[in-house]
């Protein structure tokens, strides 16, 4: 017997978009080039001249691409920025909220620590490419980064949310 899937229309959405997306960029590409390819990007950072694009799959995604392009509008690099590498290259007690948004992008939740007074930035990423993980970036009142947790994604792992 045959069994019929019903999609609703948002997930096949979802699923065309996925397969929609074609070659990455290459190194040299221009800004139109880019994003003919990757689309219209969830976030746009300059530096000057230098203009860095955001392409994130959050909040529930555990992939952001920066594509960075130089002075000249090409693109000099293109990455996946979630991590473990990634996030070690953070400086604690140097980095600020602007490091951290302009290295990974939007954060997929945000929360406070009540008792040290610091915001959570909470990024969903596979941490050594395997493990469902969150990295949470704690930052304090004048928006340095204090510290920095990693623990497994409760999202995707059932046993955390207490169902097994």
């Known amino acids: 017997m045959n069994k019929i899937?019903?999609?609703?229309?948002?997930?096949?959405?979802?699923?065309?978009?996925?397969?929609?997306?074609g070659p990455p960029p290459a190194p040299g590409d221009s800004q139109d080039m880019v994003q003919s390819k990757l689309g219209t990007p969830t976030a746009v950072y300059s530096d000057g001249a230098a203009r860095t694009l955001e392409y994130a799959t959050g909040p529930m995604g555990q992939f952001t691409w920066m594509a960075h392009?130089?002075?000249?509008?090409?693109?000099?690099?293109y990455e996946q920025v979630l991590t473990s590498e990634k996030f070690a290259t953070v400086k604690i007690d140097k980095a600020t909220k602007d490091d951290v948004l302009r290295t990974?992008?939007?954060?997929?939740?945000?929360?406070?620590?009540?008792?040290?007074?610091?915001?959570?930035?909470?990024?969903?990423?596979?941490?050594?490419?395997?493990?469902?993980?969150?990295?949470?970036?704690?930052?304090?009142?004048?928006?340095?980064?204090?510290?920095?947790?990693?623990?497994?994604?409760?999202?995707?792992?059932?046993?955390?949310?207490g169902i097994w």
């Open 69 to 77: 392009l130089g002075p000249d509008g090409r693109l000099t690099s």
């Open 5 to 21: 899937i019903t999609l609703s229309t948002p997930i096949v959405a979802l699923l065309l978009a996925g397969c929609a997306m």
């Open 104 to 161: 990974f992008g939007h954060p997929a939740e945000y929360s406070r620590v009540a008792m040290q007074n610091y915001e959570v930035w909470s990024y969903r990423y596979k941490e050594a490419g395997v493990w469902n993980s969150l990295m949470h970036v704690h930052f304090d009142g004048q928006g340095v980064v204090r510290q920095m947790m990693n623990a497994s994604d409760p999202m995707y792992n059932p046993q955390d949310r």
